[in-house]
């Protein structure tokens, strides 16, 4: 069975760091995209952050400079570096994995979806 957990959130101010791990289990990880997602309530659902099988990164503008995602493929764990959080980071993250080949960038996982999701992990931002 293909399994995502997250862990890592919480409740920091505003200019804090998280770092969330995810780790994966019941596929070839090593071969997979990767990707963190959010959603705040009321919002629509944003990719953060992808890297691919070789460790190829893409993040939308709004987290490029503080954001970080990084995979330990020995471990089988996905990282992504939170630093500089801001209120409007405040949102349910998910991991997600894609088995299947095409593009792993933030806008083809956002586009096209990807196929195994985690059950999210709450980071919530204060001012």
């Known amino acids: 069975q293909v399994q995502l957990v997250e862990s890592g959130g919480g409740s920091v101010q505003a200019g804090g760091s998280l770092r969330l791990s995810c780790a994966a289990s019941g596929y070839t990880y090593s071969s997979s995209c990767m990707g963190w997602f959010r959603q705040a309530p009321g919002k629509e659902r944003e990719g953060v952050a992808t890297?691919?099988?070789?460790?190829?990164?893409s993040y939308p503008d709004s987290v490029k400079d503080r954001f970080t995602i990084s995979r330990d493929n020995a471990k089988n764990t996905l990282y992504l570096q939170m630093n500089s959080l801001k209120p409007e980071d405040t949102a349910m993250y998910y991991c997600a994995a894609a088995e299947a080949n095409g593009p792993c960038t933030v806008v083809a996982a956002t586009v096209y979806g990807m196929d195994y999701w985690g059950k999210g992990t709450l980071v919530t931002i204060s001012s």
């Open positions: 890297i691919d099988s070789d460790g190829s990164t």
